[in-house]
């Protein structure tokens, strides 16, 4: 099989563990191994944004070929227009399908709704894991005094000081495009080599944040690399740490640098509190939703850095959000009859299963049923965890779409979930 024509079998069969047969099947396929990891290897990028119109010849020059030819591009041998019009040779001299794959690794999507995690149980190692801390899902952990912040509501953005330039990462460790408007701000901040952590919210022209589902819909283009000038300069960071890759330095030490640096309408940092007691942190938690913020993170002094879910942090939230992957699509009836009526979503383990059916405009729901949602990964609002009756599953109480998760392409597991 050519590698096009496994990539559309994989793209075709909607079961996980299906997928994940057809991976160990071609586990002794080095050709389509390299086809993965040249698309989701996330250290490596190749500067080029839009593909070239292009007529492919047919001739002998093969995809292995066209693979070891990338590393002009990562290397930045050839840039701008020169790396334009290179990539539209490499592409006229393969045969049609090899030319279509390498389309899809220039673009980061090989359009078979199957991420990298997948491929990395054939695959162990196969693309580096991009680390994140990430809060528990209470505060049993805390212990008080301990520090208060607002829940942010954005995506998930390491920041890091380059070359005297700002590079950005999604949470799942996609490039995000920012066009240089935060190189600046950046350089005052931090020192060379330095990553700040924090979410990335789009704002309006008074410099007002923007509802949850706009925002994201802006900094999803970001990831993809569409987003234009105009669009990155309506983009904020909100930060919270300076990341400490050695984890040696607490959280106490890292906040107060934090704060004390030279920030701009760019990056903003979160206040930062102290409560002494869970009364306190209670009183925060609800001082934040009546001021219309999800809720509050309750951080330890002493925590360290580390690049996992760690109960050193934790969320105090009056609704519950779980990530899901959309495993199916229903169609809805009456005035939805022809567009969607429901996604249906599973936690990774797939231990949990949830229709998803509000939450969506008329016009939402048109252009996703147009869609290829099948392994995309979305933002479930819900109450709480229950049993599903007629299924050996649980499932969610009052599951209500929020968004499309560009940034992000693993789901929960059941235990991560409230």
């Known amino acids: 099989m050519t590698i096009l024509a496994i990539l559309n079998e994989l793209a075709n069969e909607p079961s996980t563990n299906a997928k994940v047969a057809i991976l160990q099947r071609e586990k002794n396929n080095e050709l389509l191994k390299r086809v993965f990891q040249a698309a989701y290897n996330p250290m490596i990028t190749y500067g080029i944004k839009q593909i070239p119109s292009y007529t492919s010849s047919g ?7 066209a693979l070891g030819e990338l590393n002009q591009f990562v290397t930045r041998k050839v840039t ?20 279509i794959v390498l389309t899809r690794i220039i673009q980061r999507d090989l359009r078979c709704n199957t991420s990298d995690t997948l491929a990395a149980r054939v695959w162990p190692g196969l693309v580096p894991t991009f680390d994140v801390m990430l809060s528990h899902k209470d505060i049993s952990g805390i212990k008080f005094p301990a520090y208060a912040q607002i829940k942010s509501d954005g995506s998930r953005c390491h920041m890091s000081l380059q070359a005297g330039k700002a590079v950005a990462f999604s949470r799942n460790g996609k490039p995000i495009e920012l ?11 931090v020192k060379e080599g330095e990553t700040v952590d924090g979410e990335l919210l789009a704002v309006d022209v008074n410099g007002k944040v923007l509802d949850r589902k706009t925002g994201n819909g802006i900094v999803t283009k970001a990831v993809k690399g569409t987003i234009s000038r105009e669009e990155a300069d309506r983009l904020i960071l909100v930060s919270w740490d300076i990341v400490d890759f050695t984890s040696t330095i607490p959280y106490k030490e890292r906040i107060e640098r934090l704060s004390n640096v030279v920030w701009s309408d760019k990056i903003r940092v979160l206040d930062t509190h102290i409560v002494n007691n869970k009364e306190e942190a209670e009183t925060f938690f609800q001082e934040c939703l009546m001021a219309g913020q999800e809720g509050a993170m309750i951080k330890n002094m002493s925590a360290v850095w580390q690049p996992k879910r760690t109960k050193d942090l934790g969320k105090m939230k009056a609704e519950e959000e779980a990530d899901l992957v959309v495993v199916a699509l229903e169609e809805g009836t009456g005035k939805n009859e022809g567009r969607l009526g429901a996604l249906v979503c599973q936690t990774a383990d797939g231990l949990l299963e949830v229709g998803v059916g509000t939450g969506f405009s008329d016009d939402l729901r048109t252009l996703l049923w147009s869609k290829d949602m099948i392994g995309k990964i979305i933002t479930v609002r819900y109450n709480q965890k229950i049993q599903d009756k007629n299924k050996d599953k649980q499932s969610l109480f009052l599951p209500r779409f929020v968004c499309v998760r560009a940034d992000k392409d693993a789901a929960n597991t059941v235990d991560e979930l409230k």
Not at 59 to 65: P, R, V, Y
Not at 80 to 99: F, H, I, M, R, W
Not at 179 to 189: C, S
């Open 80 to 99: 701008g227009n020169d790396a334009v019009n290179c990539l539209k040779a490499l592409l006229s001299d393969l045969p049609c399908e090899d030319a």
């Open 179 to 189: 066009h240089g408007m935060f190189d600046e701000a950046l350089v005052n901040m």
């Open 59 to 65: 001739k002998s020059f093969t995809l292995l070929d």
